[in-house]
T-cell receptor, first 119, second 113 residues
Framework: GAVVSQHPSWVICKSGTSVKIECRSL??????MFWYRQFPKQSLMLMAT?????????EQGVEKDKFLINHASLTLSTLTVTSAHPEDSSFYIC???????????????FGAGTRLSVL | KQEVTQIPAALSVPEGENLVLNCSFT??????LQWFRQDPGKGLTSLLL?????REQTSGRLNASLDKSSGRSTLYIAASQPGDSATYLC????????????FGRGTSLIVHP
């Protein structure tokens, strides 16, 4: 099946620094990628929808200046947590929706997640 | 807005039992329904995908059913094993246009030897 690679899997950073997380679709093209956040024992909450070549669409309550998303190619989206603080510590998961031909297959493939710990 | 509920929230059973995990959703206009497994600290592994036109899907010891009209799906795990211990999530994309899935909070399963 389709593979989504997410890197890094775990990152520890100091408060005030920025952290970049990459999400790559390895064997398919993805016009649309999604970024989720998951707190312990909670479900996945959609943060934003990343569209190749255009601005991301953020969910209500998600600060777009805090969580910068770039989707510069059909196989790569990045999430940058700017000026990270301890409350940003969480598990971040990306997914990619396969795009084929004239339409999109509405199946999402998920990355393995990135655990961010801000000290 | 789609709301997804999973029952039970947690389950602890001895090895060998047959299990039923439940997922209910409020908006029956769905495109498909997907069951995932998540191990602690890990990402999601897709288990089964049921299209809205289907009633069930099977993979090994797993069987998922879908009843759109009543807004329910069931994941059946036969002859449970300790390796099945994980959190099971169901995700439901509404067919309203965006197809972005809404996730339930999951069922945390422990199968002890």
């Amino acid at each position: 099946g389709a593979v989504v690679s997410q890197h890094p899997s775990w990152v520890i950073c100091k408060s005030g620094t920025s952290v970049k997380i990459e999400c790559r679709s390895l064997d398919f093209q993805a016009t649309t990628m999604f970024w989720y956040r998951q707190f312990p024992k909670q479900s996945l909450m959609l943060m934003a929808t990343s569209n190749e070549g255009s601005k991301a669409t953020y969910e209500q309550g998600v600060e777009k200046d805090k969580f910068l998303i770039n989707h510069a190619s059909l196989t790569l989206s990045t999430l940058t947590v700017t000026s990270a603080h301890p409350e940003d510590s969480s598990f971040y998961i990306c997914s990619a929706r396969e795009t084929t031909g004239m339409g999109a297959k509405n199946i999402q493939y998920f990355g393995a997640g990135t655990r961010l710990s801000v000290l | 807005k789609q709301e997804v509920t999973q029952i039970p929230a947690a389950l602890s059973v001895p090895e060998g039992e047959n299990l039923v995990l439940n997922c209910s959703f409020t908006d029956s206009a769905i495109y498909n329904l997907q069951w995932f497994r998540q191990d602690p600290g890990k990402g999601l592994t897709s288990l089964l995908l049921i299209q809205s036109s289907q009633r069930e899907q099977t993979s090994g010891r797993l069987n998922a059913s879908l009843d759109k009209s009543s807004g329910r799906s069931t994941l059946y795990i036969a002859a449970s094993q300790p390796g099945d211990s994980a959190t099971y999530l169901c995700a439901v994309p509404s067919s309203g246009g965006s197809y972005i899935p809404t996730f339930g909070r999951g069922t945390s399963l422990i199968v002890h030897p």
